[in-house]
């Protein structure tokens, strides 16, 4: 028994080696970085830290950071991440993150709200950023970022099926009982006639024609709730009874996205963005295809954009260099170089006139940013517009819409008092 | 006590700790010192781009409140972390028994000593577990894909198979459905921790079944290796005796050979517990969450809720609690499996007597 006893002395020492062990991985907070640093001045290297699309986007990045290293006499390294989210994340945790990074508009509420963000707006006075996407970054009345470029929805049709369904240009949808009328037309047999992705961010674009969105113009209320957003649902809703639209999980076989069903065959049409060029010409070469603008509902028209914006950290110790890169990369030629390596959209109105002279086919995206909304922007309401897109997902299968609009609007009311 | 003892074992207990002390460092500064600040984040609202341990807006000390919130603040959090506790439990209920049962029943054969090849099926039944499990899971994806070699075989045998991958449907409510039992039927309309009652007995999700197919398949392999290693450590006289009385294959198998294995027995199920609650990588391939969040895990919602939404706080307690559960469930497995359970009273009896005559004889001490 005596061997096994503890005298008080030695616990003691245990203890405190045990406590000075937590003190000193604890204190300084070395490995968290405090208060902002100092910056530097000088030639910097700065990390650029991208959620690629491909080989195509790693590539023109990386040349235009080595354009601007070489002119500017920095170095930037370019980093193309495989999963942005969670290494920014951990970035920010350990103090260390890049310079500059891929911001998508969904998280700036996230990343602003707890200052990971050095919000450069006001750096960029007489940049033409379009209206929409300058709402898109700006958090508490504050220009976070500098929109990289942006895409938008669009209305894809297979022509090969539109002209055996006997239908003309004149057919093309212009509102939703167009829609309706061509869309039954076109479903025969597996083939149905508008197949779209299943959650908000395709959906949502039936809310916003017919005048509605999950949040108020300023981002102060939530508006879920509202009359139009419910009449949104239910026209799809209609369309679903009638088999004239599915969700991409709907169709037999389940597609993995709109654009998947659409180059298979199984959709007529669908609606997707930008980003459906490189499947089209790579994976299925053999779909004809025209792309018009989203038909107008009861409020006229409405489709949803997509953006990143050139997010700079706040712990960077090259704010100013960093800015400097991010107004080269946002230059209209710049924009229009990345535009033709891997697809998306200038983010300033000239960029833009020049996008649609130099791409007449892609017009109706382009033409989608004078009315585009952007996705909600605020803190916490990833998991709520998530927890929604489970919810929408049925409602092919009868789910009621009233009852998950009021749940969003439950949901979202909370996330908007806790940010 | 005043005096310093000296002598050859004076001191020991300093040796003791200064041999000690190496591990015990390596010990506290990557085993306790972790676990220490992740209790103290649970406890505040870190957002996770501040010293956690300098208070300020970023880093304040809220005390229990993401437990509560967890468990009784109505809202998104709570009725996603209950979803996934709902989630894991079906899992754990049927991946365990499963694995355990397959592995014992493997381990049997292949220490047949009349199978031929026995290295081969040992290691072929290994090979599962040694492999990594993203890329089981992704050749997992390909097999379970609407058109991929699963559905292709319902096929064959007339039956449509189902869009795995999509199929938010609990097993449970199809059973139900068979007997008229429709969406959301009167009986089933009370809440627990605001989840309906009905969704509760939901089941595993028609995509959850791929996970907890594909667990069982890749941890099968582990576990038949240690109840192989059991098996070869049992006494070969014991056999022979329960052979001599005459016993059937059956009779051995439940009466001699698995009340022996009884330790290998709880490790495995220990194991199976700890892993089945700790499930990440699988899901994190498989659709993170989706269909509907029917295969969202305490654990992964855990990473989602500190990587992505910033809530660090949040996301470290819903890790201690699921400490907590695991910590609970093995506790009650132990009592549940304990050696001599609550002996009867003619057992006490009797044994008490033979130790009243062992004491008489040498008398007390």
Redesign the interface.
Same mark, same amino acid.
């Given at each position: 028994m005596r $061997?096994r006893t503890i005298?008080p002395g030695?616990a003691a020492?245990?203890l405190g080696? +045990?406590g000075a062990?937590?003190l000193s991985? +604890?204190g300084g907070?070395s490995g *968290? &970085?405090?208060a902002a640093k100092n910056q530097a001045t000088g030639p910097a290297k700065l990390t650029i830290m991208i959620g690629s699309s491909g080989d195509s986007e790693t590539n023109a990045v990386k040349a235009a950071a080595a354009a601007w290293s070489k002119q500017s006499g920095n170095t930037a390294k370019v980093i193309a991440a495989s999963d942005l989210?969670?290494q920014l994340?951990?970035g *920010? /945790?350990g103090?260390t993150p890049p310079d500059l990074f891929y911001a998508d508009a969904t998280r700036i509420g996230?990343f602003a709200? #707890? &200052?990971?963000l050095y919000p450069y707006g006001d750096q960029l006075k007489g940049a033409d950023y379009l209206p929409s996407l300058v709402k898109t970054f700006t958090y508490k009345d504050k220009l976070q970022c500098a929109p990289k470029d942006y895409s938008t929805l669009a209305l894809l049709i297979n022509t090969d099926m539109w002209a055996a369904a006997g239908l003309t240009d004149a057919d093309i949808p212009k509102d939703w009982a167009g829609l309706e009328t061509a869309a039954k037309k076109l479903t025969k047999g597996k083939v149905t006639g508008l197949v779209i992705g299943n959650a908000i961010d395709r959906g949502g674009v039936f809310m916003r024609q017919s005048g509605g969105w999950v949040v108020s113009a300023d981002g102060k209320t939530m508006t879920a709730d509202s009359a139009q957003n419910l009449a949104g649902l239910q026209q799809m809703q209609k369309m679903m009874t009638a088999g004239s639209l599915k969700f991409n $999980?709907d169709t037999r076989? /389940?597609a993995g996205w709109g654009g998947e069903a659409f180059g298979k065959g199984t959709a007529a049409m669908t609606i997707e963005g930008n980003w459906i060029r490189g499947a089209l010409t790579k994976d299925y070469p053999t779909i004809k295809t025209k792309i018009v603008e989203l038909p107008a509902g009861p409020a006229g028209k409405g489709t949803l954009m997509f953006s990143n914006c050139w997010g700079i950290a /706040?712990?960077s110790t090259h704010h100013a260099q960093a800015v400097d890169l991010v107004k080269y990369l946002t230059s209209i030629d710049q924009q229009l170089a990345f535009s033709k390596a891997f697809g998306p959209m200038p983010s300033t109105v000239a960029g833009n006139t020049r996008f649609k002279t130099l791409y007449p086919q892609d017009a109706a995206f382009a033409a989608g940013g004078a009315y585009g909304q952007g996705p909600v922007n605020l803190p916490?309401f990833?998991? #709520?517009i998530a927890?929604f897109g489970?919810?929408l997902? $049925?409602l092919g299968k009868g789910a009621d819409p009233k009852a998950m609009l009021a749940e969003l609007q439950k949901?979202g009311t909370? /996330?908007i008092a806790a940010g | 006590m005043a005096k310093r003892k000296t002598g050859i074992h004076g001191r020991e207990g300093i040796a003791g700790w200064v041999f000690t002390a190496p591990a015990m460092i390596i010990l506290g500064v990557f085993l306790f010192v972790p676990i220490a600040m992740a209790l103290w984040v649970s406890m505040t609202n870190w957002t996770g781009n501040v010293d956690p341990f300098g208070g300020g807006p970023n880093a304040t000390f809220v005390g229990t409140k993401n437990y509560t919130a967890l468990f009784l603040q109505d809202g998104l959090a709570r009725s996603n972390f209950m979803q996934s506790l709902g989630n894991t439990f079906y899992y754990v209920l049927l991946v365990v028994p499963l694995q355990t049962a397959m592995s014992l029943l493997l381990a049997l054969i292949v220490n047949e000593k009349f199978l031929r090849g026995k290295s081969f099926f040992r290691t072929a039944f290994y090979f599962p577990s040694v492999t990594s499990s993203i890329a089981i899971s992704t050749v997992f994806l390909f097999l379970f894909s609407n058109t991929g070699a699963v559905n292709g075989l319902l096929k064959v045998v007339g039956i449509d198979g189902p869009e795995w991958f999509s199929d938010s449907r609990g097993l449970l409510h199809l059973f139900f459905g068979l007997f008229g039992a429709g969406e959301n039927p009167g009986w089933a309309q009370g809440q627990i921790f605001g989840r309906p009652l009905w969704d509760w007995l939901s089941g595993p999700s028609v995509a959850m079944c791929v996970i907890i197919f594909l667990a069982v398949w890749t941890t099968t392999g582990t576990f038949m290796l240690m109840f192989l290693a059991a098996l070869q450590d049992l006494p070969v006289e014991v056999d022979e005796a329960a052979m001599l009385d005459g016993v059937s294959p059956w009779q051995k198998l439940r009466l001699v050979t698995i009340p022996m294995l009884k330790p290998a027995l709880f490790l495995v199920i220990t194991l199976g517990i700890i892993g089945t609650w700790q499930v990440f990588d699988q899901i994190y391939v498989m659709g993170k969450g989706s269909p509907a969040g029917t295969t969202m895990t305490p654990a992964f919602l855990s990473y989602k809720t500190s990587f992505t939404s910033n809530a660090w706080g949040s996301g470290a307690a819903m890790a201690f609690i699921v400490f907590l559960i695991i910590v609970i469930l093995t506790w009650a497995q132990r009592r549940l499996m304990r050696e001599d359970k609550s002996p009867g009273l003619l057992h006490r009896a009797v044994r008490a007597a033979r130790l009243a005559q062992a004491n008489g004889r040498t008398g007390p001490k």
């Open positions: $061997t005298r030695s020492l245990v080696a +045990c062990l937590v991985a +604890c907070g *968290f &970085g405090g989210g969670q994340g951990q *920010f /945790a103090g996230d709200k #707890v &200052g990971n $999980t076989p /389940a /706040a712990k916490g990833d998991p #709520v927890a489970s919810k997902a $049925t949901n909370a /996330a | -």
